[in-house]
């Protein structure tokens, strides 16, 4: 059974999430409602707590700062009411993101996602990231100010350049600020291979393999694409692994 906490400044969104936890006894109980993070530090500090639903948007320190400030940080739920907020979210791996007002149906998806990170971690197996979502078809991307909808069939290849990476897709590109290590965790293994420092790819877009190249498709014209020395092996293990 999942122990959690609420943090939250807004008694409704309080009410709300204690009355979902309640109709779930046998999945999750609460230990406490804070209404600050003051008073969810002093929580953690003195109880178990395996889940915590966080609101970003609180007064003096908001749940992205407070979730960045602890060393050893409970699985994190964020809630809120701004939609622009989910991109920095995912950036700290939260399990989830709800956006108010919560339906019991969304916020049961999330919390069976816990239960099930849960399970695995006390089975001492860390879950892979293909093991949790392995419906989901898409990333939403912030650019723009705004966050894109980016389906996976759709990306040939990401560029990174800088503290910047560009999504390469027939239809054209996408520019965000992102690191080229956090997409590579975020991006599901089974479609996408990081193969240069520069480069990740969709594996079902590779056209060819030669020498330390890949040749794929951008836009009708033929794009050739390095293969970095410390990515080579692990991609022909791959390649070599359906081929005839």
């Known amino acids: 059974m999942l122990k959690a906490i609420i943090v939250d400044d807004e008694p409704l969104a309080l009410d709300v999430l204690e009355t979902f936890i309640e109709r779930i006894p046998d999945t999750i109980t609460l230990v406490k409602r804070c209404s600050n993070a003051k008073e969810a530090m002093d929580v953690l500090a003195t109880e178990k707590v395996d889940l915590m639903f966080l609101d970003i948007q609180m007064p003096q320190m908001t749940g992205?700062?407070?979730?960045?400030?602890?060393?050893?940080?409970?699985?994190?739920i964020f809630t809120t009411a701004y939609s622009e907020y989910a991109i920095e979210g995912f950036e700290l791996n939260a399990v989830d993101y709800l956006l108010k007002?919560?339906?019991?149906?969304?916020?049961?998806?999330?919390?069976?996602?816990?239960?099930e990170i849960h399970e695995l971690q006390n089975q001492g197996e860390i879950p892979e990231k293909d093991e949790i979502e392995t419906d989901k078809e898409f990333i939403f991307v912030k650019s723009d100010k705004k966050l894109i909808k980016v389906k996976y069939d759709d990306i040939i290849y990401i560029e990174g350049l800088k503290d910047y990476v560009i999504i390469r897709m027939e239809k054209g590109r996408v520019i965000t600020l992102q690191t080229m290590k956090s997409l590579d965790v975020k991006l599901p293994s089974k479609i996408f291979k990081r193969i240069h420092r520069s480069y990740i790819v969709n594996m079902d877009r590779i056209n060819a393999v030669m020498g330390n190249m890949i040749e794929?498709?951008?836009?009708?014209?033929?794009?050739?694409?390095?293969?970095?020395?410390?990515?080579?092996e692990e991609l022909l293990k791959l390649i070599n692994s359906n081929r005839l």
Do not use: T, W
């Open 216 to 232: 794929v498709y951008e836009k009708g014209d033929i794009k050739h694409l390095p293969i970095g020395k410390n990515y080579r």
């Open 101 to 115: 007002p919560i339906s019991f149906e969304r916020f049961m998806k999330a919390v069976n996602r816990a239960s």
């Open 64 to 76: 992205v700062d407070f979730l960045r400030s602890l060393q050893n940080p409970p699985m994190v």
